[in-house]
């Protein structure tokens, strides 16, 4: 730091300079470090003692006009008052009043229109558990598990397979002991050994519950014998049995019953009205099973009317004589004649999809049935196309289920891979894989679980027809039962307009591998091949 020194002074300030002076003290901070500014048109002057270079006084001269800051007070209350009472901010306050209520006024107005206007939603069905998805038929337990598993315990350690298959519940037995043709030594509320205990049993029902699977105990009295329901003559007796067995199993904890040849039973009718009646009177979460032989819609319509609920199997869709190009108009027959009736779907009481149609067409009854408005109904092996001839010297009805080739230990190299569970299991363009798909998509879809069904006029072996539900995406399902390629030819005109369908679709899935789905398909350009299924998904509009 350099010395200011003023003429004449002999080293020391003039009187002028001290005048208005402010001392600061430097604390030793190198000037180059500590730099300092001063106001517009102060002087400064640095005085070192001696002339010696280091830290000393600065004494600051600040202008008079500068010593204090000009503050700024704002308006008092009273001179606000007066401004706010002016009549132009008061014409502005009343203005934007006004503004603010038309506003809110208006978005009322159009919140009540678009709420008058919108579609309103359909109110939902009642719906049970069997109405959400597929049985599964398991009639024979050392059939279903070959050997030493086949009993209860067995069962209980296949229900992760069934969990896969996404079915709402098994249709069990009967496996009550039962000697044949012997009514006194019957006994509908015992197991028989040979399955297992009763502990077995509840152990199962445990396990089953605990992965969302009903169980519903088949308890035709007389399984092993010539009739199912014993003598004529015995049917009172049967019925006082009957009636205890019920009532049992209800409070050991089953989710239903089914019983077969009701055909064979004195007024079955009757029978079914009383058995329903318990069944549902101690919950409505119950449920009842009739199988009958005959194909006589007006039999089954004569079933069906006695009771409520109940869900009927037969093979009225495989009535002899019928072929498989009629069976549009078997089903639009059914569904007409059965009007608001739950219905179920299958082509026998106890039989294997093999034993009524070629394996041309097992995937187009897989999605014939999960599209279907009703319950589908399965046997064991269904979902593998099992067939009762596969293995030589095998019962009809009661086939040995293909889990992988060591099922059948007796018939080495007689089981392809490609027939079994393991060998169905991963690949994605399996009958196993196609079954899994829709039974989930069965159990998803408003549409499909609930919807109306409309069918549509279609070229010839075709069979066709659009489900629907409310505002829910739509599907449409095409199946060519025939062997020839065949044209869709879609006609709408007896649809009603909430069942249009739009130019092009979505394409779900095809029983056949060759198709690409996800894609976009022109619906009035379509071409099915032979045994081809097709499912279609659009949008509802509005």
């Known amino acids: ?36 500014n001063a106001a517009s048109g102060a002087a400064v002057a640095v005085v070192m003692a001696g002339g010696a270079e280091k830290n000393g006084l600065v004494k600051i001269k600040v202008a008079d006009d500068e010593a204090e800051a000009a503050k700024f007070t704002g308006l008092s209350k009273e001179e606000l008052l007066k401004v706010a009472g002016s009549p132009g901010w008061v014409r502005t306050r009343w203005a934007l009043l006004v503004l603010f209520w038309l506003g809110w006024l208006g978005m009322l107005a159009g919140a009540v229109v678009i709420i008058v206007q919108a579609p309103r939603c359909r109110q939902l069905p009642t719906q049970r558990w069997w109405h959400k998805g597929a049985l599964y038929r398991i009639g024979d337990l050392q059939a279903f598990q070959p050997g030493e598993a086949g009993n209860l315990a067995g069962l209980t350690e296949h229900l992760d397979y069934l969990s896969t298959l996404k079915v709402k519940g098994i249709v069990l037995g009967p496996v009550h002991n039962n000697q044949k043709d012997d009514l006194a030594g019957t006994n509908l509320q015992e197991i028989d050994p040979t399955f297992g205990s009763k502990e077995d049993f509840e152990s199962l029902l445990h396990s089953a519950k605990k992965k969302s699977i009903q169980v519903i105990l088949d308890l035709t009295p007389n399984y092993r014998g010539q009739n199912s329901w014993f003598l004529p003559t015995e ?69 069906l009317d006695s009771t409520r609920d109940l869900l009927l199997t037969s093979p009225y869709l495989s009535s002899p004589g019928s072929t498989k190009e009629h069976t549009k108009l078997l089903v639009t027959q059914y569904l007409n004649a059965t009007g608001n009736h739950w219905c179920s779907w299958s082509l026998s009481q106890v039989g294997l999809l093999t034993s009524f149609v070629p394996a041309s067409l097992l995937r187009l009854y897989q999605l014939l049935f999960f599209t279907l408005p009703g319950t589908p109904i399965f046997s064991y092996g269904d979902e593998i196309g099992l067939e009762a001839a596969a293995v030589p010297g095998q019962p009809t009805e009661a086939p040995v289920m293909l889990w992988d080739e060591s099922s059948l230990p007796n018939t080495s190299g007689s089981v392809s891979t490609n027939m079994t569970v393991k060998g169905q299991d991963g690949n994605p363009g399996s009958l196993l894989s196609l079954f899994r798909r829709l039974s989930d998509l069965r159990g998803k879809e408003r549409s499909l679980l609930h919807g109306d069904f409309h069918a549509l006029s279609s070229g010839p072996g075709l069979f066709s027809y659009v489900r629907q539900w409310d505002q829910n995406e739509r599907f449409l399902v095409l199946l060519n039962f025939g062997d020839l390629r065949v044209p869709a030819k879609l006609g709408t005109a007896s649809l009603p307009d909430s069942a249009s369908l739009p130019a092009t679709a979505e394409l779900l899935l095809s029983t056949e591998p060759g198709r690409k789905e996800g894609v976009f398909l022109e619906l009035q350009q379509l071409n099915l091949e032979p045994s081809e299924g097709l499912l279609f998904r659009f949008p509802y509009v509005a």
């Open 1 to 36: 730091a350099q010395a200011a020194f003023v003429p004449g002074s002999a080293g020391t300030m003039n009187h002028d300079t001290e005048v208005d002076m402010k001392e600061v003290e430097l604390n030793e901070v190198e000037t180059e470090k500590q730099p300092m």
């Open 235 to 303: 049917v009172g007796t049967v019925a006082t049995k009957m009636k205890d067995a019920l009532r049992f199993w209800l409070q050991a904890g089953v989710d239903g019953f089914q019983v077969r040849d009701v055909e064979n039973l004195t007024d079955a009718s009757s029978f079914l009205a009383e058995w329903q009646n318990i069944t549902q009177g101690f919950s409505e979460d119950r449920l009842l099973i009739a199988g009958t032989d005959s194909s006589d819609l007006q039999q089954i319509l004569k079933l």
